[in-house]
């Protein structure tokens, strides 16, 4: 049974990955009037919020990169894994929220830690749960230690909203772990959210990857295998 659960995890998981950007956004969409209410400032928040999903048609973009004759190969980006979203002593809602908002759209599996504020992670889990996003994709993690869930197998990245020590504090811990190397996508601007209105801001949630297809191999160029029948 527990195999099958993490088989039936993966799958679900992978699915949200491979949706695309402009059709997560829909499913967040929806979610943000309700989840702007749980900030304390619903307008600054759905704007903030809106600002963040304005760039999934971006992130769906696929570049055409110049390369040998007989190939082509596609530029585009892709969730990077695992992903923690922590709010620390001194985060407000809008900036947990906005780095919960950004991992998701993003295509990653995000665990939600935010101890200090355990009845807002309850709530906006249930708000995103009920539009549809699966409790494979989002956890709530409010009951185990900081410390301990840091060293969770394949953390990807660690999205941290709080002030600059406990950023700094949370850095040292995941350098002292084994496995993959866990980036940490902070946020300590409390007022103006200045990290998350920068222009590099969702690409911290992905990585590159391209996708090369050998065209001669498919009859891209047939003059190109006819030098073998010579």
């Known amino acids: 049974m527990a195999n099958e659960f993490k ?3 993966a799958e679900v998981c992978e699915a949200w990955r491979l949706l695309g950007a402009v059709e997560r956004s829909v499913y967040l969409e929806a979610a943000i009037p309700k989840l702007a209410l749980l900030t304390g400032d ?13 760039s999934a048609p ?4 696929v570049q055409r990169m110049i390369g040998a004759t007989g ?4 530029l585009y980006v ?21 780095q919960l908002i950004a991992a998701l759209l ?22 995103l749960y009920n539009v549809g996003i699966s409790d494979d994709v989002l956890s709530v993690a409010n009951d185990s230690q900081t410390i301990t869930l840091l060293y969770i197998d394949r953390l990807a990245q660690v999205a941290v909203a ?36 920068s222009l590099d801001y969702l690409h911290r ?26």
């Open 162 to 197: 709080g002030s600059q020590a406990e950023v700094q504090s949370i850095s040292q811990e995941l350098a002292n772990t084994d496995g993959i190397l866990t980036q940490v996508i902070a946020v300590t601007d409390m007022e103006g959210f200045s990290e998350m209105l």
């Open 205 to 230: 949630f992905v990585t590159e990857r391209v996708i090369t297809i050998n065209t001669t191999a498919i009859g891209g160029n047939a003059s190109l295998l006819e030098l073998g029948n010579d």
């Open 106 to 127: 993003t295509g990653n599996e995000v665990i939600l830690h935010c101890p200090s504020q355990v009845d807002m992670c309850e709530e906006a889990a249930k708000i």
């Open 58 to 61: 971006k992130l769906d973009e």
């Open 42 to 54: 619903a307008n600054k928040a759905r704007k903030l919020f809106h600002h963040l999903l304005s």
């Open 71 to 74: 190939e082509s190969n596609d």
């Open 78 to 98: 892709t969730a990077r894994g695992k992903t923690m979203v922590i709010g620390g002593e001194s985060a407000r809602a809008m900036a947990v929220l906005g």
């Open 7 to 9: 088989k039936n995890h």
